[in-house]
Each structure stands twice: as C-alpha cells, then as structure tokens.
C-alpha cells in the first residue's frame, strides 16, 4: 500500500513568491491535514480537509490556503513568502479524520517538503 | 485551550538503557486522546499510540509501554532496553472535543542511544 507522498520534497523560493504544495493521501483516506514545522514554534496545525471541505482551520494568516479535489489529492499554497514561512510543511491523511471510533486515530504522515524563503 | 509540555528537549543514553520520555497535556474537555508520534531522521512522523481520556489503563507492546494518568495529566512513555534504532525525535500530541479539534503537538524530544 503506497504512502503518504508529497511533492516537491525541497524547495527554495525568494520572499514575495508563492508556491504550491502537493499530497497524495493513501488511497482511500478521505481526510487530509496539514502541519508545518519549525524548530521555533515546532509542530503547528494549518488545516484539515474532509471529502474537499475544509474542516478545521490553524491560527494562520490568510497567505496560507489549500484545497481539495475529488480525489482526496490536497494542495497548499502560501503567497507572498516571508523568510518565516521556511519550514517542514507535512500532509498526513486518515481514513476519516481523528475522531473516528471505529479506527486508531492514526495519522499517516508524508515526509514532507522543506521550503526554504531566501 | 489545549497545551502539550516535553520538558525534556534532549535525552541520551546507552544502548540497553530504559529511558522514559514525559508529557504533561492541559485541556478543558472531558473527551480527549492522547498520542506518540516518533520522528525519525527521514522527517514523516510515524504513530505509536493512541489513548483514549477514559481509559487509563497502561499499554505495552514491545519494548514500548505507556504510562497515562488523568490525575497528574501526564502520558509518559518508556522504551526498555533501549536500541540505536530508536533514536528519533519523539512528540506527545492531544486532540480534544471528543477528537474532534485538530493535534496539539508538545515541542518533541530528541532521543540519541549511543552504542
């Protein structure tokens, strides 16, 4: 069973550019999430899609959205970089979310992209 | 609001050591879970347990046991005899609202065994 693939794995962009993240859940998760990591403020959530809905959204600005399509597949994108937003942005999916009593809870987390602001 | 605390930010011990990693959670809800993540050199976070707030029983599987109590709100989690292998960066997480509300993640703690 393929993993949790998210492309591009490395990144370099200059401040003021955007870029688009890309997610391939595992086939048959519905739900996928976003997190970003810096060693400062370590592992925040961004968002959560179910079924191309956005779910639950992190203490982001509004530079930082994303989308589902149809088939699960999620994307992010952050405009107008700034030297902050170089991190490790992770997409994990599950089947149906967290909160599902009839799974683990188990996310399945890529490995991430590493964006770098110049 | 929810908050996860890993006081210790670095541990290093000797292979076949036992080590204990703590977490101390803070939460308003009366349904929540509890989680371990490791995160090996190669970046994706890997699960390693989940705990329900209602079930307190202790869990082993392995050389891997977690320790949960609601009265000092801490799920520490101890790896007996420890191996080289397990050297990672180990995150404590919590969602709260019935798991509902988006992972709450602690800052992590790097474990280096040494051979």
């Known amino acids: 069973k393929a993993g949790v693939t998210q492309t591009p794995r490395y990144l370099i962009k200059t401040r003021g550019q955007q870029v688009t993240l890309s997610c391939s859940p595992i086939s048959g998760h519905r739900s996928v999430s976003w997190y970003q990591q810096t060693p400062g403020q370590g592992l925040q959530f961004l968002f959560e899609?179910?079924?191309?809905?956005?779910?639950n959204k992190g203490n982001f600005p509004g530079r930082f959205s994303g989308r589902q399509f149809s088939n699960s597949r999620s994307e992010m994108n952050v405009s107008t970089l700034e030297l902050g937003d170089s991190a490790l942005y992770l997409c994990?999916?599950?089947?149906?979310?967290?909160?599902?009593?009839?799974?683990?809870?188990?996310?399945?987390f890529g490995e991430g992209s590493r964006l770098t602001v110049l | 609001a929810q908050k996860v605390t890993q006081a210790q930010t670095e541990i290093s011990v000797v292979e076949k050591e036992d080590v204990t990693l703590d977490c101390v959670y803070e939460?308003?809800?009366?349904?929540?879970?509890l989680f371990w993540y490791k995160q090996p050199p190669s970046g994706e976070l890997v699960f390693l347990i989940r705990r329900n707030s209602f079930d307190e029983q202790n869990e082993i599987s392995g050389r891997y046991s977690w320790n949960f109590q609601k009265s000092t709100s801490s799920f520490n989690f101890t790896i007996t005899a420890s191996q080289v292998v397990d050297s990672a960066v180990y995150f404590c997480a919590l969602s709260g609202n019935s798991g509902n509300t988006p992972l709450v993640f602690g800052k992590g703690t790097r474990l280096s065994v040494i051979a």
């Open positions: 994990a999916s599950s089947p149906r979310g967290l909160a599902d009593p009839s799974g683990t809870g188990e996310l399945f």
């Open positions: 939460t308003r809800d009366t349904t929540y879970y």
């Open positions: 899609y179910f079924s191309e809905t956005q779910r």
